[in-house]
């Protein structure tokens, strides 16, 4: 796969080989240093000198599901927030002017779907489960932007971007809502690990996307890609991930008491 993405890279001009190869060097160089640091900090660990008592440990699968669901929905709303007014106005034959304004709703629904997949999280009784429905409603909602094109009312071009908006964002207020719970001694390092498989997800889709066909062709295949991956996320999550359950206070989390002088 990689090695597809560098051919297609040179062919079109947009590095060189020698650029190519210099760069390959650089990611190699890193990713060898990053291999030697990584078996400095955990040899004790690796060789036997040291062990978790059972209290501090925790399934990284867990973790693994998470950074899998935030590619999927973090990733993907990073992906298509920077061609969804050009899908709009070549797909579904809208002006800049709409195609821009309705291409806005699906940020605008920020406001209220992030921390509402959030609060369905709280409020149903099944993390898990407010997951995975969250995430296949991601999955449906990128197959019918695929679906869809020229000659449907503008109205329903406006549904049908906050509908899937709102279970993108509301997948990443679900997501969140059990990073703290895995292990809430090191949640911020299981939020930061998360949070970055976002950006590596952005980058994936984004990849892929220069090396599809241009035009609505690219862009249908684009959002069947991002559907397809949503899918999958969510009957990864269904079949391998364990229900999270409790609250901070649950886990001993202080919940701050306002000082006399903080009182109004």
């Known amino acids: ?144 932007f695929s679906l869809f094109g020229q000659g449907i009312p503008i109205f329903f071009v406006v549904i049908m971007t906050m509908a899937a908006s709102f279970f993108v964002m509301a997948t990443e207020g679900a997501t969140y809502a059990i990073v703290p719970l895995i292990k809430p001694r090191i949640t911020g390092q299981i939020a930061g690990n998360v949070g970055a498989y976002g950006n590596v997800g952005a980058v994936v889709y984004l990849t892929v996307y220069s090396l599809l066909p241009e035009g ?5 295949l684009f959002f069947q890609m991002l559907g397809c991956v949503a899918i999958v996320v969510a009957f990864l999550i269904a079949f391998t991930m364990k229900e999270v359950v409790g609250s901070h206070a649950e886990h001993g989390v202080p919940v701050a008491v306002p000082q006399q002088s903080d009182r109004i």
């Open 216 to 220: 609505v062709v690219g862009d249908k």
């Open 1 to 144: 796969m990689l090695g597809l993405i560098a051919w297609r890279l040179t062919k079109v001009k947009f590095i060189t080989l020698e650029t190519l190869a210099i760069i390959g060097v650089l990611l190699l160089g890193l990713y060898l240093f990053q291999a030697y640091n990584i078996w400095q900090a955990n040899k004790p660990l690796m060789i036997g000198e040291k062990r978790y008592a059972p209290e501090d440990r925790y399934r990284f699968s867990q973790v693994f599901n998470l950074e899998m669901a935030y590619v999927a929905c973090f990733g993907s709303e990073l992906a298509v927030v920077s061609m969804l007014p050009t899908y709009f106005e070549r797909g579904f034959g809208l002006t800049a002017a709409a195609a821009g304004a309705v291409a806005g709703m699906y940020a605008f629904m920020n406001l209220v779907a992030r921390p509402g997949g959030g609060l369905l999280s709280d409020k149903l009784g099944s993390r898990k489960l407010t997951l995975v429905f969250t995430m296949a409603g991601t999955g449906i909602g990128y197959l019918l």
